[in-house]
T-cell receptor, first 116, second 111 residues
Framework: NAGVTQTPKFRVLKTGQSMTLLCAQD?????MYWYRQDPGMGLRLIHY???????AKGEVPDGYNVSRLKKQNFLLGLESAAPSQTSVYFC???????????????FGQGTRLTVV | DAKTTQPNSMESNEEEPVHLPCNHS???????IHWYRQLPSQGPEYVIH???SNVNNRMASLAIAEDRKSSTLILHRATLRDAAVYYC????????????FGTGTRLQVFP
């Protein structure tokens, strides 16, 4: 099992450029999440999805869009990148089962994005 | 969403027990207490979770106060590999599907 795979691992963008980050999971999880982590800080939730075809806003959604067309994939888009979006982006997925079950979230290794 | 409060940093010596505290005074009855940790340059990984009773697994133990307003993650014998940022998170099953991280506690382990 690959778990949660993020593509790409590194990217440098110029201000105003657009790009899409791909998150793929092979665990048949319903829930998927996108976070950003700035240096020395905790993770902040950007958007999340509770199932195929659904998305919802997290704590810091502005400047980002997401899509969940297939259950295994969760895409994060930056339409017009800004230097403030320089960060490490993490994707995660989890099972949505009953709370007494193990609903741990599995994280990818991160995408380091620099906007210049 | 209920908030958690953790110390910014803690230190331990190798092979000593470590008790990482978390306050969650506004916890609701349906909030589960989850702990994750993030090793340097890696994504977070799950450690343990619980509702009311103390929990043990191969990585750690979770002690939950009787009033549930606080909890403690216990690493029984710290190793150098346990140096990480530890996050205490409240997850409200099944009323919300968000997984909100705070700032966590940075644990340093000295040889």
């Amino acid at each position: 099992n690959a778990g949660v795979t993020q593509t790409p691992k590194f990217r440098v963008l110029k201000t105003g450029q657009s790009m899409t980050l791909l998150c793929a999971q092979d665990m048949n999880h319903e829930y998927m999440y996108w976070y950003r982590q700035d240096p020395g800080m905790g993770l902040r939730l950007i958007h999340y999805s509770v199932g195929e075809g659904t998305t919802a806003k997290g704590e810091v959604p502005d400047g980002y869009n997401v899509s969940r067309l297939k259950k295994q994939n969760f895409l994060l888009g930056l339409e017009s990148a800004a230097p403030s979006q320089t960060s490490v982006y993490f994707c995660a997925s989890s099972y949505s089962g009953q709370p007494h079950m193990n609903t741990e979230a599995f994280f990818g290794q991160g995408t380091r994005l620099t906007v210049v | 969403d209920a908030k958690t409060t953790q110390p910014n940093s803690m230190e331990s010596n190798e092979e000593e027990p470590v008790h990482l505290p978390c306050n969650h005074s506004t916890i609701s009855g349906t909030d589960y207490i989850h702990w994750y940790r993030q090793l340097p340059s890696q994504g977070p990984e799950y450690v343990i979770h619980g509702l009311t009773s103390n929990v043990n697994n191969r990585m750690a133990s979770l002690a939950i106060a009787e009033d549930r307003k606080s909890s403690t993650l216990i690493l029984h014998r710290a190793t150098l590999r346990d140096a990480a940022v530890y996050y205490c998170i409240l997850r409200d099953h099944p009323n919300t599907d968000k997984l909100i991280f705070g700032t966590g506690t940075r644990l340093q382990v000295f040889p």
